[in-house]
Nanobody, 124 residues
Framework: QVQLVESGGGLVQAGGSLRLSCVAS????????RGWFRQAPGKEREFVAA????????YYGDSVKGRFTIFRDSTKNAVHLHMNNLEHEDTAIYYC?????????????????WGQGTQVTVTS
């Protein structure tokens, strides 16, 4: 069983930056898409960003376009999320996800592997 291990969450002031990382426990883990979702208290899980493992095309949710960047490190089977110009509304638990079947990248139910989540808190 593959595990996705996240790191990099924390507390930051509005306008600041954070970087989240997600490493798969097995280097030979093969996926179609890797991505990030987030969930704020009382809200549904929201698509943040995704990247196609082959080719590297990236996709973003409307609320983070222009501020967040997703990129992959194939040598470490890792995905990173650079978050710039953070806003209070970005406060949530961020989950790393992996889709080995090739579903729609923005749908949480397309992903069959999930990390444990990492808290990001943005103070205004």
């Amino acid at each position: 069983q593959v595990q996705l291990v996240e790191s990099g969450g924390g507390l930051v002031q509005a306008g600041g930056s954070l970087r989240l990382s997600c490493v798969a426990s097995r280097r030979t883990f093969s996926t179609v898409n890797r991505g990030w979702f987030r969930q704020a208290p009382g809200k549904e899980r929201e698509f943040v960003a995704a990247i196609r493992w082959i080719g590297g095309n990236s996709y973003y949710g409307d609320s983070v376009k222009g501020r967040f960047t997703i990129f992959r490190d194939s040598t470490k089977n890792a995905v990173h999320l650079h978050m710039n110009n953070l806003e209070h509304e970005d406060t949530a638990i961020y989950y790393c996800a992996a889709d080995a079947r090739g579903g729609q990248y923005a749908r949480s139910d397309s992903n069959n592997y999930w990390g444990q989540g990492t808290q990001v808190t943005v103070t205004s």
